[in-house]
């Protein structure tokens, strides 16, 4: 596979699924997702074995050729036990996908994917999570669990380093220092295949933080780590790949699936140093008028992209243009998700390519 030149963190759920298969064909040819089964606490094996077959289903008609990374981090014990049957099932999906585990997982979960990658030659990624400060028994711990785990991977395998810094907001200033003395420690450790930097800026909206249809902006902290690590001057700094969490905080991929319909949701886009957000209602007898002039806003903004730059940003120009009396085309939490992740992959995508 050639180096990507992105690495989204997707949920294999509908709409971040979605927003991959709707990328314009240049674009998804540079992106690699690295796709989550989602969090499923206390499910029955017999329904999660179900559950995770559609999913790989999805996964596998979403891909084609395409190569990415499939992981299953939330995996509980006696849930990771189906997963060496599965991956088995889906063993031809695996010559462009790679399996992921990580130092922390359990025993089951590494061994499905480690014996993935042996069956498939396809190589393993090693998720490595960096929550908060590297110090020096985070080094001595987490080098040595990595190490080990490299020792059980088939010599003729490569391992791909995915750096997981988890939320990168501005309360975690530190955040490239930290990256930067993981790289340091980790990256002796083997040849790595692709060393992919993983930060989730996106915030965790409340209720009280925006006002109804008033645009917000919130620093792309994670945008401002990774070119923060750009100027550290390591060596290994051009081989290095970028990857985020799209216009979802990191710590959406750990809820349940479903919930019912929520009163208000949030707009999204993405420009340079921001993300713009903007709350709507969700229901009620002004929602689709509301929703409309949200999206005026945002297509009004001087950075607005336009309506051919991605399928993303033509919702937003059709939702601002059509009837505030017609509630279609103006969608839900799952569309603008949707719409609010392609038009944020598409950009960053396009970002990266520049010199």
């Known amino acids: ?22 990328l314009r064909p240049r674009i998804q040819a540079a992106v690699a997702p690295l796709w989550n089964l989602p969090a499923c606490p206390g499910v029955a094996p017999a329904e999660l074995k179900k559950l995770w077959r559609r999913e790989l289903s999805w996964v596998s008609g ?13 995996a509980e014990d006696e849930q990771a ?6 991956l088995f099932e889906f063993g031809g999906l695996f010559s462009e996908l790679r399996p992921v585990t990580g130092p922390e997982r359990c025993a089951a979960q590494q061994a499905a994917a480690l014996d993935t990658a042996r069956r498939n030659g396809c190589g393993i990624g090693v998720r490595v999570s960096v929550p908060g400060e590297w110090g020096a028994g985070t080094t001595a711990r987490t080098t040595g669990d990595v190490h080990r785990l490299l020792t059980q991977v088939p010599p003729d395998a490569r ?12 309360d975690r200033p530190n955040a490239g220092k930290e990256a930067v003395r993981a790289l340091d420690a980790l990256l002796p450790l083997a040849k790595w295949r692709t060393t992919v930097v993983i930060g989730g800026g996106f915030p965790q909206v409340t ?22 690590i750009q100027t550290t001057g390591r060596a ?17 991929l750990a809820r349940k699936p479903g919930g019912g319909p929520v009163p208000w ?13 903007c709350k709507v209602r969700n229901e009620g007898p002004e929602r689709a008028a509301d929703i409309r002039a949200a999206a005026r806003r945002i297509c009004d903004l001087p950075e607005f ?6 399928a993303g940003d033509t919702w937003l120009y059709d939702c601002a243009e059509g009837p505030d009396s017609s509630g279609d085309g103006t969608g839900q939490v799952g569309p603008w998700q949707w719409a609010g992740n392609i038009q944020h992959m598409t950009y960053v995508a396009q970002c990266l390519r520049r010199p």
């Open 265 to 277: 949701g949030v707009l999204r886009y993405t420009i340079d140093r921001w993300f713009v957000l």
């Open 62 to 74: 979403a891909h084609g050729s395409h190569p990415a990374w499939v992981d299953a981090p939330f």
């Open 305 to 310: 992209r336009g309506a051919r730059a991605s």
């Open 207 to 228: 209720g009280d933080m925006l006002e109804l249809g008033e645009l917000r902006e919130e620093p792309r902290t994670d945008w401002h780590t990774w070119h923060e």
């Open 159 to 170: 391992a791909d380093l995915l750096l997981d810094l988890g939320s990168v907001l501005p």
């Open 236 to 252: 290994y700094v051009p081989q290095l790949t970028y990857g985020d969490y799209g216009v979802l905080p990191a710590t959406a």
């Open 81 to 86: 036990v189906l997963l060496p049957e599965l």
């Open 1 to 22: 596979m050639s180096e990507p030149l992105y690495v989204p963190v997707l949920s294999v759920r509908q709409y971040q699924r979605k927003a991959y298969e709707d």
